[in-house]
């Protein structure tokens, strides 16, 4: 019966065209586009410098991690040169971005790290990142420093750590990373929400309020719980096909370098379809209307959630992250790009893993919140 | 006689307090077509889902096959067919695989699976087209693939709802037949349907259903005693004049007279001779006709006699 169920699942989507066009070829078409969007920036191949500024007050001068990681990150000397540096008062630095002559402040005040910028993008994004990563790294010596020791020893610490980790904050400026790869990976996010359609159609067949279909399933000698599976199995296949080409797309042909986390990077979409896959059972169990007012609820929250993370311009990823930190927590398109912007920013693997983790929770509880009603509708109202 | 199905007391509420099945209680029996006859929400959708565990219901007993049957009653589910009053096929399955799939539900052997397709196909005559997808076919062939989807596992027990809504008369008659076969073949039958002429000639017993309650139940015969006037005779005429009207109103045996359309109505409650009276009357009278015809009274009849409304939308 799973088998049986299986073949023919996958025949009904496969032969669905619409459905093959937004899960499949949209994807691909989409990826063209960036590709010849892109073609100039791929001919300088570089980042950009960015100017900025940081308010020179005393605090900022104690704070040796702060201080080091910010001159060796715009040193004219590194290649790997990421920042631009005004020092300068507070008052200044607000002029100089209000003149739009740099991109963002730094102020440190309080032993807190403030940022100030005007607009929101690509720019805005790399040092928030790298903030937060100093940031973080100050946190953990703070934790890690005995209350006896004194300050003399902490700074001692701290000094012996950029001694060693150099290398690991000019990554950030890895230039076989740059920026468009950010628009590929917003793009591997939405496919994978995409999968969502494959998930809700595949319901929608099985489900005997829905359709006929669903009422001659049901009233067949069939355990649902096979139908339901074997469908969503095909919905996945599916699902790995679309992925299987955009990847072999952007790859062979478009020759897109996704650096040196490809394993990584098909691990966070294979899990992110998951998630995506279960996003369509939640809205095609939940919501009782037409197919194509479905897919349209489904298509707008999906595309609502990439959105939100950012793929028209990371710069809302900011604004989010920054004044409604749980919308994105919950955002499974979110989970996924930050996936590929820890991979892209970060060299250990910390946060990435919080993300794979999350999309498996989200997964969790939209397949329970969807059992519990699929449960309910088998002796329900038709 | 074997009982099929056996229904006590079903109520079915779909929102409080308006009952879409009051109360209602029914047997088939094996080997027999059953008619269900009602208008248009009449409750017969609703009684055939809540038979088949689609719906729950606020009240009542079910029995098919002696047992109790509930979502979970696979093996009674494994007897039965079902033909829906939509057309529920997938559109991107050609006609032989969704007989397939459907079948294969079912059955598992492909060899016996294969054989059962193909029987099922030639019934409702789809040979020329099985590898038509169902947007290519016509709405009448598109009931028929409706059909065959069904009924392909042979199953003991098969439920039609409204088979036949826009078929073509030719077509309709090519299905009701086929549904004769099966019931020839050994398969009990639950027949619904808002046309009268098609329980009259197909089904071996009828239940006629209005608002959620049966009104009356028998075979065509027993029901049509129901109805109060035994024959009716129409004549075509042009300009009748009034006066004999209301002569013929007092003739033998005749019950009432209306003129309308240039139709002349005659209801009889009972008597024998009413047509050659009615001919000799026209005769002595010097009236020219067009056609005149008797008939024995219809369901229709019979449901007006019950509801005071007709049974036609
Ligand atoms: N899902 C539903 N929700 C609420 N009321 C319903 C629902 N389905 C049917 N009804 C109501 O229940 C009553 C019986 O409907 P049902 O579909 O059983 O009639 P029917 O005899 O099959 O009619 P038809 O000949 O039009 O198919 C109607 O009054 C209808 O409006
Ligand atoms: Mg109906």
Redesign the pocket.
């Known amino acids: 019966m799973f088998l049986h169920n299986f073949k023919y699942t996958f025949k009904t989507l496969f032969r669905n065209r619409g459905l093959i066009f937004w899960t499949v070829a949209f994807p691909v078409i989409m990826a063209t586009f960036f590709h010849m969007a892109f073609a100039d920036i791929i001919e300088s191949d570089k980042l950009k410098v960015i100017d900025m500024a940081i308010v020179s007050n005393e605090e900022f001068e104690n704070n040796i991690l702060y201080k080091k990681t910010f001159t060796s990150l715009s040193d004219e000397k590194n290649k790997d040169r990421l920042f631009n540096i005004t020092y300068t008062s507070k008052d200044k630095a607000k002029k100089l971005l209000e003149d739009d002559k740099i991109e963002g402040y730094l102020e440190l005040k309080n032993n807190k790290p403030y940022l100030t910028f005007q607009a929101n993008g690509i720019n805005q994004t790399i040092i928030k990142y790298v903030v937060d990563e100093v940031h973080d790294t100050e946190k953990i010596f703070l934790m890690n420093a005995d209350l006896d020791n004194s300050l003399g020893t902490i700074s001692a610490d701290i000094e012996n750590y950029l001694n060693n980790n150099k290398v690991e904050l000019k990554n950030i400026a890895n230039s076989n990373l740059n920026y468009m790869m950010i628009e590929y990976y917003t793009l591997i996010a939405m496919t994978c929400l995409y999968a969502g359609c494959l998930g809700m159609v595949a319901i929608d067949n099985s489900l005997p309020y829905l359709k006929g279909n669903g009422k001659r399933i049901t009233v067949s000698p069939t355990k649902k719980i096979s139908i339901i599976l074997s469908s969503l199995l095909a919905g996945y296949i599916v699902q790995l096909i679309s992925l299987g080409l955009l990847f072999f797309y952007t790859i062979c042909i478009l020759n897109v370098d996704y650096g040196n986390h490809i394993g990584h990077i098909i691990l966070l979409s294979l899990v992110g379809s998951i998630a995506g896959i279960s996003l369509g059972v939640l809205v095609g169990a939940y919501i009782k209307a037409s197919d194509n007012v479905k897919s349209g609820i489904l298509i707008a929250i999906t595309m609502a959630g990439c959105f939100l993370a950012g793929i028209m311009g990371v710069g809302m990823k900011y604004v989010i992250d920054k004044n409604l930190p749980l919308l994105n927590k919950i955002n499974p398109a979110n989970m996924i790009t930050d996936g590929f912007y820890s991979l892209y920013y970060y060299t250990d693997f910390h946060r990435y893993w919080i993300d794979i983790i999350s999309l498996l929770i989200f997964t969790l509880i939209t397949i329970i919140l969807s059992c519990n009603k699929i449960g309910r509708a088998k002796y329900d109202?038709? | 006689m074997e009982k099929v199905i056996e229904v006590k007391d079903l109520t079915k509420e779909?929102?409080k307090g308006?009952k879409?099945?009051d109360n209602l209680s029914l047997n088939v029996y094996k080997g027999e077509i059953l008619g269900l006859l009602?208008?248009?929400?009449?409750?017969?959708?609703?009684?055939i889902?809540c038979i088949l565990s689609l719906l729950n219901y606020s009240k009542g007993s079910i029995k098919i096959f002696g047992k109790e049957m509930n979502p979970n009653s696979y093996d009674i589910k494994s007897q039965i067919g079902v033909v829906f009053?939509d057309v529920s096929v997938f559109d991107e399955l050609t006609v032989y695989e969704n007989l397939d799939y459907f079948c294969g539900l079912y059955i598992k052997d492909k060899k016996l699976r294969k054989q059962y397709i193909e029987d099922a196909i030639e019934l409702v005559g789809l040979t020329e087209f099985k590898k038509y997808y169902p947007k290519q076919l016509s709405g009448g062939l598109l009931r028929r693939l409706n059909i065959a989807c069904g009924i392909a596992h042979k199953p003991k027990l098969i439920f039609f709802?409204?088979p036949t809504v826009a078929v073509d008369p030719q077509s309709r008659n090519n299905i009701l037949n086929g549904i004769k076969k099966l019931r020839d073949n050994g398969a009990t039958i639950v027949y619904?349907t808002?046309y009268m002429e098609e329980v009259e000639t197909l089904c071996d017993r009828i239940i006629i259903?209005d608002k959620?309650n049966i009104l009356a139940r028998g075979t065509s015969d027993e029901l049509k005693e129901l109805a109060e006037i035994e024959e009716k005779i129409t004549v075509e005429v042009n300009n009748l004049d009034v006066k004999y009207i209301e002569k013929i109103s007092e003739l033998k045996n005749v019950d009432v007279v209306t003129y309308s359309a240039n139709t002349l109505l005659i209801t009889y409650k009972k008597g024998k001779n009413n047509i050659s009276d009615m001919v000799e009357f026209l005769k002595n009278n010097k009236i020219k006709y067009n056609k005149i015809f008797s008939e024995r009274p219809t369901l229709n009849d019979v449901f007006l006699e019950l509801t005071g409304k007709e049974l036609r939308d």
């Not at chain 2, 929400?41 to 609703?46: A, E």
Request: glycine share 16%; hydrophobic share 20%.
């Open positions: 109202s038709i | 779909y929102n308006i879409a099945v009602g208008p248009n929400g009449s409750g017969k959708s609703t009684t889902n009053q709802d409204e619904t808002h259903l959620g």
